[in-house]
């Protein structure tokens, strides 16, 4: 069991905007803006898209954007498109004795 | 541009040792912390462990601590990852990240990945 959790999947069409949550608690998402999310394509690996809960790397579309209240953030995704398709992990900032945690993932389909 | 490579995965048996190595290059690899993330077949990623920039100071999850130790070779831009007692719940793709600025909040370049598989 992960310690954040996220919806299992996501589904949206070409043009339409998908939000995907990650819960945590007080101990990490509530009390750190560190949320950082990350994209994985089939067989490759993660790809940074967001971090300190709503700072794009260079490079990242501003499709993509980030939030946080209390203890959930947010991805959104503006403007679906088929390379979008993917799996999605949040992460958190926990502390100095459990350094960081992720959520369980979701499988973003643009149908 | 960064650059990150693992090595060092394979088969090994369950009680075994394996040490990962992950090369780096295309930044300046003694200011950053470093660490390992795994990701088990199908499943989901897992923090395994992080090392700040001088390598004083080390961290673990959970599930490995007392088992692997994360260490570096600032001389050879170089970290590495010494698992010991390994157990089938840690085959999984290995991955080496660069910290995003040092503190252990999060990752912004990642290696390929190396695949250990613990098997008898």
């Known amino acids: 069991q992960s310690a954040l959790t996220q919806p299992p999947s996501a589904s949206g069409s070409p043009g339409q905007s998908v939000t995907i949550s990650c819960t945590g608690t007080?101990?990490?998402?509530?009390?750190?803006?560190?949320v950082s999310w990350f994209q994985q394509h089939p067989g490759k690996a993660p790809k940074l898209m967001i971090y300190?809960?709503?700072e794009r790397p260079s490079g990242v579309p501003d499709r993509f954007s980030g939030s946080k209240s209390g203890s959930t953030a947010s991805l959104t995704i503006s403007g679906l498109q088929a390379e979008d398709e993917a799996d999605y992990y949040c992460s958190s900032y926990a502390g100095i004795n459990n350094l960081i945690v992720f959520g369980g993932g979701t499988k973003l389909t643009v149908l | 541009q960064v650059r990150l490579v693992e090595s060092g995965g394979g088969v090994v048996q369950p009680g075994g040792s394996l040490r990962l190595s992950c090369a780096a290059s295309?930044?300046?690899?003694?200011?950053?912390?470093m660490h390992w993330v795994r990701q088990a077949p199908g499943k989901g990623l897992e923090w395994v462990a992080f090392i700040r920039s001088d390598g004083r100071s080390k961290y673990y999850g959970d599930s490995v601590k007392g088992r692997f130790t994360i260490s570096r070779d600032n001389s050879k831009d170089t970290l590495y990852l010494q698992m010991n007692s390994l157990r089938g719940e840690d085959t999984a793709v290995y991955y080496c990240a660069k910290d995003i600025r040092g503190g252990g909040y999060s990752f912004d370049n990642w290696g390929q990945g190396t695949l250990v598989t613990v098997s008898s």
């Open positions: 295309g930044f300046t690899f003694v200011s950053y912390g």
């Open positions: 007080s101990s990490d998402v509530g009390d750190y803006n560190y």
């Open positions: 300190d809960v709503n």
